[in-house]
């Protein structure tokens, strides 16, 4: 009989939450890093979903919740650019259109170069 390896309870707890990259736990956020290989460059993705960054916050009226999906993008730009990060997705979903028209009003400020995809890559 093969022996079998310990279970990472950390590494089990974030492919619950949706995260299946190998990476360790340290430093865990709202973002998900994929490392390929040494020589590609980092893949990083947001999911913008207000049910996914705060899923107990539910009662929220919707400025609100818009606000705080805003703040969380804007931190996410900071560190793509701290972290000279060049590749990144970010999930807005369907809804009405105002978070995605947001979102692309920022990049635009910031003269980020994107394009839009209508499924994930």
């Not at 539910?58 to 818009?66: A, C, T």
Request: net charge neutral.
């Amino acid at each position: 009989m093969d022996e079998q390896e310990p279970i990472d309870v950390n590494l089990l707890k974030r492919m619950m939450l949706g995260d299946f990259s190998a990476s360790s736990s340290e430093g865990m956020s709202s973002s998900k890093e994929t490392h390929k290989s040494n020589s590609q460059q980092r893949k990083v993705e947001l999911d913008l979903h207000f049910e996914k960054l705060y899923p107990t916050r539910n009662n929220i009226p919707p400025g609100e919740k818009l606000k705080l999906q805003l703040e969380e993008f804007s931190q996410f730009l900071k560190d793509l650019k701290k972290n000279n990060t060049r590749i990144a997705y970010v999930i807005v979903g369907k809804g009405e259109g105002v978070l995605r028209a947001e979102v692309k009003k920022a990049l635009l400020q910031n003269k980020i170069y994107h394009s839009e995809v209508a499924e994930a890559p």
